[in-house]
């Protein structure tokens, strides 16, 4: 069965600490993972996608499909990465649908 | 930068009553997609439509659902007859390939 799991609901951490907002995935077929991101009061919006290996504001995301992760990483977080992450995985069967994971509510602490 | 637009942003319905949400995706996009996100829970997959048809559709989605896209601009979906747990925020999305949905501001659906 297709699934994406994100064990933390809520992260808190201090500005400029190292922030890790962890995903798993149980995906039979060849994975095409997203991060997608939720700013209060705004809509989901795409972050990053793992094909890509970009760093968007200074967030990465490596695919290990060892162990069925894809753990979005920032180096020093900032006040304004507070928000809603949901790490998503896109599913090929006939045609395409996202199946998103539960979200973290990440919270930066100034 | 194109948007997904969608109408109202805010409805208020009595349960057992019919209820249309209204989407316009981005223009040269081909798929799309109604997510919804129960309060403090995560989104949810309810359908995708390609080429004039329903593509997939999760459990949630049964016969009280419908989509429509009925003059190619809008993208619509229909509640039959609401009950209170349909209250949530719907999304509608949209893609033009596999996997990156760009996703309208949300409606949230109110069953009293």
Not at chain 1, 78 to 95: F, G, I, N, P, R
Not at chain 2, 52 to 62: A, Q
Not at chain 2, 84 to 104: H, K, N, P, Q, R
Request: glycine share 6%; hydrophobic share 35%.
């Amino acid at each position: 069965a297709q699934r994406v799991t994100q064990p933390e609901k809520l992260l808190s951490v201090f500005k400029g600490a190292p922030v890790e907002l962890k995903c798993n995935y149980s995906y039979s077929g060849s994975p095409e993972l997203f991060w997608y991101v939720q700013y209060s009061r705004q809509r989901l919006q795409l972050l990053l996608r793992h094909i890509s290996r970009e760093s968007i504001k200074g967030f990465t995301a490596d695919l290990n499909k060892g162990e069925t992760s894809f753990h979005l990483k920032k180096p020093f977080a900032q006040e304004e990465d507070s928000a809603m992450y949901y790490c998503a995985l896109s599913v090929k069967t006939s045609y395409d649908k996202v199946i998103f994971g539960p979200g973290t509510s990440l919270s930066v602490i100034p | 930068e194109p948007e997904v637009t969608q109408t109202p942003s805010h409805q208020v319905t009595q349960m057992g009553q019919e209820v249309i949400l209204r989407c316009v995706p981005i223009s040269n996009h081909l798929y799309f997609y109604w997510y919804r996100q129960i309060l403090g829970q995560k989104v949810e997959f309810l359908v995708s439509f390609y080429n004039n048809e329903i593509s997939e559709k999760s459990e949630i989605f049964d016969d009280q659902f419908s989509v429509e896209r009925p003059d190619g601009s809008n993208f619509t979906l229909k509640i039959r007859s609401t009950k209170l747990e349909d209250s949530a925020m719907y999304f509608c999305a949209s893609s033009v390939t596999s996997g990156e949905a760009f996703f309208g501001q949300g409606t949230r659906l109110t069953v009293v």
